[in-house]
């Protein structure tokens, strides 16, 4: 097995190559509108593929069929965050450490290429072969839009927006970022995974390891608005707290905060105990998303 490091450097570049290949050309036109796509999507760092990969090595899945996998779910969370930088939700002007899409575009290309890159997920799910058979390639594409629906990701920012300047108690806050971090973290897991051979008892596994580290993911985010820098996290810092939003460093303190992940994240490996040496990258990934520091 080779090291963490030159793993996840090896699967950054893979994806991103995909992603490459998959978005539009910007000699197509409507260029700038491809153009914008391509500056919202290259150049991130790539959780959830990281994790979509590491859940394929579990179920022996064949890493040419999770690369596009991973490439769709990336998508959906590159439009998540062009949406939710704009001035009518969280109103950010960096991402990335570069300008913000409507920045560096405006505002209605921002919207265009959110939904383009949505349509474009889809369309990798439906045409590339990933799965043994129909009826779970079938299944892949309605986790995915499960997840970035309003029973999911979208329902998640709605409740956000609804909550600023409310308290929440730590059932509601947990219930929030289940949805708005958390589903797609846990569709992930469970693409990379069903590009394999995956068993009843594998998929549960796999899904509450999913969702103990997408709740650890969304805690660290909290934990790393209020304490890190802009020119570390390559947006806005701070913008939480300024905006009144009910987050785990507010509800809790940031020590308490800090010890919900640890925990989270010794969860996450607990569920992970009788899938062997296949499952040491998802380890491996539940400790990089409590000790990152970006």
Request: proline share 4%; net charge negative.
């Amino acid at each position: 097995m080779t090291d963490f490091p030159a793993w996840t450097q090896a699967c950054q570049t893979r994806v991103e190559n995909v992603l490459a290949e998959h978005l539009p050309s910007t000699r197509i036109a409507p260029q700038r509108l491809h153009e914008a796509m391509r500056y919202a999507v290259l150049g991130g760092k790539r959780v959830r593929p990281l994790l979509a990969f590491a859940a394929g090595e579990v179920t022996g899945a064949d890493p040419e069929r999770v690369q596009h996998a991973a490439a769709a779910v990336e998508l959906i969370h590159a439009y998540s965050l062009v949406h939710d930088d704009m001035p009518v939700m969280d109103d950010d002007a960096l991402r990335r450490g570069k300008p913000t899409v409507h920045v560096e575009f405006d505002e209605a290309t921002a919207l265009l290429v959110g939904d383009a890159l949505q349509s474009l997920a889809f369309d990798i799910l439906a045409s590339q072969p990933l799965a043994n058979d129909a009826a779970t390639q079938l299944g892949m594409v309605q986790l995915l839009a499960q997840a970035a629906g309003s029973r999911g990701m979208a329902g998640g920012q709605a409740i956000d927006l609804a909550s600023v300047g409310k308290p929440l108690d730590l059932t509601e806050l947990e219930f929030m970022h289940i949805h708005k971090t958390g589903a797609l973290i846990r569709a992930s897991v469970l693409l990379g995974a069903q590009c394999g051979n995956m068993t009843d008892a594998t998929a549960a596994a796999l899904d509450h390891y999913a969702k103990c580290i997408g709740l650890a993911f969304q805690v660290v985010d909290d934990v790393l608005d209020a304490e890190a820098s802009t020119a570390t996290l390559g947006k806005t810092a701070g913008k939480d707290a300024a905006n009144n939003k009910p987050t785990y460093v507010s509800l809790l303190g940031t020590a308490r905060a800090c010890e919900l992940a640890q925990e989270l994240c010794a969860d996450a490996c607990a569920a992970l105990a009788g899938l062997g040496a296949p499952a040491e990258r998802l380890r491996q990934l539940a400790d990089f998303v409590i000790q990152r520091t970006f």
